[in-house]
């Protein structure tokens, strides 16, 4: 295991606390969403401020793992929408903002990106002291394309080394693709039996902002909400299906999973399929249309026999 | 009583229990996830790992059938389930911060209401805990008053020595039976000394002071400024040794279908949605504040007992970093 050098992080705390600060204090957002660092050693949490003095409190360090443009969408409703919001993002979680515009579920003009250069966040926070190497960085950030986020009002003025790294769902994806139907579905049996349905897949998605989920309708009840195999099985392909296409890439729903399911791969699989048959993937662009969205005659309709 | 066994008789006992048709439960790996589940021989048992999920689900599952129903024209039968059929259970390897919740939860499944499917799980088990010897910073049972040495809800106790093997103490007549039934496995105890056990070295919470200030502070800007960040998910809930809400469903069709008890959370929306549409805890710092509430007010108020017995799981999983830990101090220096 190698060491990821993150020394440029303390320069982007610096400047992340020093334009944060000056934000508020002029006025120009009512709110900034960042990180905090928290009681546990090396831990970090999401802090909203609006208060130019509490700017001082925001970090970013490699267990600032949070998308927080969670936050901004209209499920998060601690969250005053009221005026020009501040927040700092990681290119992953812009991608994912992108989509949100593209869904018309925020405007651009309301608010204020914080872009931050990064080489990477731990892949997971049960012990938040660790220090990022190649195997401690989130699998996520072995396929980062998304190291210095553009189209920000600011970006840190920092260059993240970043190294090639095995690309773990590649490598995850294509072994699982090499297994018989059979074969591959006892593996996503296994791993469904262990879901418990607290769905903090589900609450941490950016794109999961239905006021009321499908999956919690009892009358008709439409997805079997017991946590048995039957409805995991059917909670985790809706959740995948209904991702297709729009989802960002930023694996919350994998990393919050206290059951460890590997469901990124469900995310990164439908990804695939969406680059082979419409070139789509998920960018810093905002699109008004998403691929499964829209109909060109250039579709693939093979299907069609 | 107090007795020594070896690593190997230890697992000749599990081994023998199992092959007289006895459930032992042990943690396990689960698809690369340590889980309190049934063994299938003594090989599959891991001791090195704190369960994600806590050692309630042996009496309280995450799912189980309550009842069935089948319509044939205009006949309906409806058929219980008979809490009989629960197997004779060993739960072996079970924390003290585990161990110590389910005498806790005792007293709210035998309570106005007795719930049978608990309760009957729970005479047919014997608990073996045993001692910790790793926590981490997210560990706080010293700071409710426990200890890695807790004996609380234990039939019996062992404390993993040096040079290897098991100090065992027996606190309860199921304890005494287990070690009378296998004597020949057991010897008696010797001078070695317990292994370094763990040290959370969270200080001790003053619960008094904390219940005092919970009295007085259902209105209170704290709960906002902790729960904004709060997501709405239930994981702290289902992975807490000591929670202990169900939902009850029907899923089935017309013709045949079952009852279910599932696992519910306080901090979903839906958890106190009225028929109506009205939600009383319309938002996530009311759903924050009722899990507080009840692990170091209401619970207290009611069976003079807390609601947490410091395990750390709530904080280690928990999405957005919220610290039940963290807040209880918090609460205790106001």
């Known amino acids: 295991m190698t060491p990821i050098d993150t020394s440029i992080y303390a320069a982007i705390t610096d400047a992340i606390q020093t334009e944060a600060g000056r934000i508020l204090s002029e006025g120009q957002v009512t709110a900034v969403v960042g990180y905090a660092a928290a009681r546990r050693k090396g831990s970090a949490q999401p802090i909203v401020i609006s208060n130019p003095d509490d700017a001082q409190k925001l970090i970013f360090t490699a267990a600032c793992v949070n998308n927080l443009a969670v936050y901004l969408t209209k499920a998060k409703k601690e969250i005053p929408k009221t005026g020009k919001i501040g927040i700092v993002v990681k290119g992953c979680d812009l991608k994912a903002l992108s989509g949100l515009m593209g869904e018309s579920q925020l405007k651009r003009e309301d608010l204020y990106l914080i872009g931050v250069p990064c080489a990477g966040v731990l892949g997971s926070t049960v012990q938040p002291a660790t220090e990022l190497t190649t195997g401690t960085i989130a699998a996520k950030c072995t396929e980062c394309d998304a190291h210095l986020p553009t189209g920000c009002d600011f970006v840190p003025n920092q260059t993240p080394i970043t190294p090639e790294l095995e690309q773990k769902y590649a490598v995850e994806i294509a072994r699982l693709e090499a297994l018989t139907p059979a074969e591959r579905w006892a593996y996503w049996q296994e791993q469904f039996s262990k879901c418990i349905k607290c769905y903090a897949c589900r609450q941490v998605c950016p ?71 419409y070139d789509h993937e998920a960018s810093f662009e905002v699109l008004d249309k998403g691929p499964l969205t829209m109909f060109t005659d250039k579709d693939d309709q093979s299907f069609i026999k | ?177 287990l070690i009378a039934n296998n004597k020949e496995l057991f010897t008696e105890p010797n001078n070695s000394k317990s292994l370094p056990l763990a040290e959370p070295h969270t200080e001790k919470f003053d619960l008094k002071k904390v219940k005092a200030w919970l009295d007085e502070h259902f209105e209170d800007p704290l709960w906002d400024g902790v729960a904004v960040r709060c997501v709405g998910c239930g994981a702290c809930a289902f992975v807490c040794p000591a929670c202990h809400c169900f939902d009850i469903v029907d899923e089935g069709t017309e013709k045949a279908g079952k009852r279910r008890k ?49 395990c750390g799981r709530c904080v280690r999983v928990c999405p957005v970093g919220i610290d039940i830990a963290g807040i209880v101090e918090e609460i205790s220096k106001k």
């Not at chain 2, 006992?13 to 698809?31: E, H, K, S, W």
């Open chain 2, 1 to 177: 009583m107090q007795k020594y066994i070896n690593q190997q008789n230890l697992n000749t006992l599990l081994d023998t229990l199992i092959t007289q048709g006895i459930r032992v439960v042990a943690p396990r790996m689960n698809a690369g996830t340590p889980l309190y589940e049934p063994i299938a021989g003594a090989n599959e048992m891991i001791t090195d790992q704190l369960p994600r999920r806590s050692a309630k689900e042996a009496f309280f599952p995450v799912c189980e059938d309550i009842m069935t129903y089948e319509k044939e024209g205009q006949k309906v039968t409806v058929t219980d389930i008979d809490p009989a059929r629960f197997p004779e259970t060993l739960l072996f390897g079970v924390r003290p911060c585990d161990a110590a919740a389910i005498p806790v939860l005792d007293a709210v499944f035998s309570w106005d209401y007795k719930d049978e499917f608990f309760l009957e799980r729970r005479r047919k088990t014997t608990i073996v805990g045993l001692a910790c010897t790793a926590a981490d910073d997210a560990c706080f049972c010293t700071a409710v008053g426990l200890s890695p040495s807790d004996t609380k809800g234990s039939d019996l106790f062992l404390t993993p020595l040096e040079g290897g093997g098991y100090a065992c103490e027996s606190f309860s007549d199921k304890g005494e039976a």
């Open chain 1, 207 to 277: 794109f999961c902002f239905c006021e009321q989920c499908l999956c919690d309708r009892n009358k008709p009840q439409m997805v079997e909400t017991t946590p048995r195999p039957a409805g995991n099985t059917a909670w985790h392909i809706v959740r995948a299906m209904h991702l297709a296409g729009r989802c960002a890439g930023c694996a919350e729903c994998e990393r919050v999973c206290p059951m460890d399911i590997p469901l990124n791969l469900l995310n990164r699989k439908m990804a695939k399929e969406l680059k082979e048959l």
């Open chain 2, 262 to 310: 599932n696992w519910d959370a306080c901090g979903f929306w839906k958890f106190t949605h009225h028929a109506s549409g009205h939600n009383p805890r319309d938002g996530q710092p009311k759903r924050y504040r009722n899990r507080i509430m009840h692990k170091f007010k209401y619970y207290d108020d009611k069976f003079g007992q807390t609601l947490c017995t410091g």
